[in-house]
C-alpha cells in the first residue's frame, strides 16, 4: 500500500495536479486519471479517434517506441510538435488528422501527454484523455467509472527549452478546470480542483481568445498551424471518451 501524505491530496474525492510528478503521485490513489494536453496531444487523440482510429501513447525519446508501434502494426508518427512542421502525412498535430481512416493505429510519442499517459497506466488506474473538446464527455464518463472513489484530473504543462523542466501552461489549466468542473458527484474537491474549476467557469466563454493568446497558442500560429489551436478551443464539440486499453487508446 503506497503511503498517503497530503501530496496526494488525501480526503479529496476530486484532485487536480500537474505533469509526471502529478501522475505519480495521484494515480495510486485515485480511481481514474484524466490527463489533459490541450496544446496538444489530447486534442490530436480526440480528432483521431472521432474519425474511428486508434491511438498508441509512446514514451519520450523511449528507444522502444518504435519497437512497440512495430509490434502492434502502428503507423508511428514524427515524434514531437516540433518535427511535425511542415512534415506531410499523419502527426502529432490535430489537423493532420481530419481525413484520417477509420481502424488506423498512430504510434505517437510526445514529451508531455503522450508520456504522462503512459506512465498513468502504469499506476494501476484508469486513464482517459481529456481535452476542451470533450471536456464534458469524459468528465462524465470519469464520475461513472470512480463511483465514489477520487477522481484524478492531469494538467500536462509544456516545457521550457533547453532544460525541459515543467512550464505551467494555461491551455492545459483550463482544459483541466473544464472536466472538473463537470465531474459530478463530488463532495469534497481539493483546493486545487476547485479553482481549476472556478478559473475555467470564469473564463469560459473568452476560450478562443485566451488560448491563441497563451505562450503555446501564439507558437502554434507563429509556426504556421493556427487551425490546430482552431480545433483545440472548440469546447464541447466531441462526445468520444478516450479510454486507455491495453496501452491503447479507443473510443
Known amino acids: 500500500m503506497c503511503p498517503v501524505t497530503v501530496f496526494e491530496q488525501d480526503g479529496c474525492d476530486l484532485r487536480v495536479e500537474w505533469g509526471l510528478d502529478g501522475v505519480h503521485a495521484l494515480g495510486p490513489h485515485c480511481a481514474v486519471l484524466v490527463v489533459v494536453d490541450v496544446l496538444v496531444f489530447t486534442t490530436t487523440v480526440d480528432v483521431a479517434l472521432g474519425r474511428g482510429a486508434r491511438v498508441l501513447p509512446l514514451p519520450w525519446r523511449d528507444e522502444r517506441a518504435a519497437a512497440m508501434a512495430e509490434a502492434l502494426g502502428a503507423v508511428l508518427t514524427p515524434p514531437g510538435l516540433d518535427e511535425s512542421y ?46 476542451l473538446r470533450n471536456a464534458s464527455a469524459v468528465a462524465a464518463a470519469a464520475s461513472a467509472i470512480a463511483e465514489d472513489r477520487p477522481v484524478g484530473v492531469i494538467a500536462a504543462g509544456e516545457r521550457w527549452r533547453p532544460e525541459r523542466t515543467l512550464r505551467p501552461s494555461i491551455e492545459d489549466y483550463l482544459g483541466a478546470g473544464a472536466i472538473a468542473a463537470a465531474v459530478t458527484g463530488r463532495s469534497a474537491p481539493s483546493s486545487e480542483a476547485t479553482l481549476a474549476a472556478v478559473s475555467y467557469r470564469a473564463v469560459r466563454d473568452r476560450i478562443p481568445a485566451l488560448l491563441g493568446g497563451s505562450i503555446s497558442g501564439r507558437e502554434l500560429i507563429a509556426a504556421g498551424v493556427p487551425e490546430d489551436v482552431a480545433l483545440a478551443t472548440d469546447v464541447d464539440v466531441s462526445t468520444v471518451v478516450p479510454v486507455l486499453d491495453n496501452g491503447v487508446f479507443t473510443s
Open 86 to 131: 511542415g512534415q506531410p502525412g499523419w502527426t502529432l498535430r490535430p489537423s493532420s488528422l481530419t481525413d484520417l481512416p477509420a481502424g488506423t493505429l498512430l504510434g505517437i510519442a510526445s514529451p508531455n501527454g503522450a508520456t504522462l499517459a503512459a506512465a498513468a497506466a502504469e499506476t494501476g488506474t484508469a486513464v482517459l484523455a481529456g481535452c
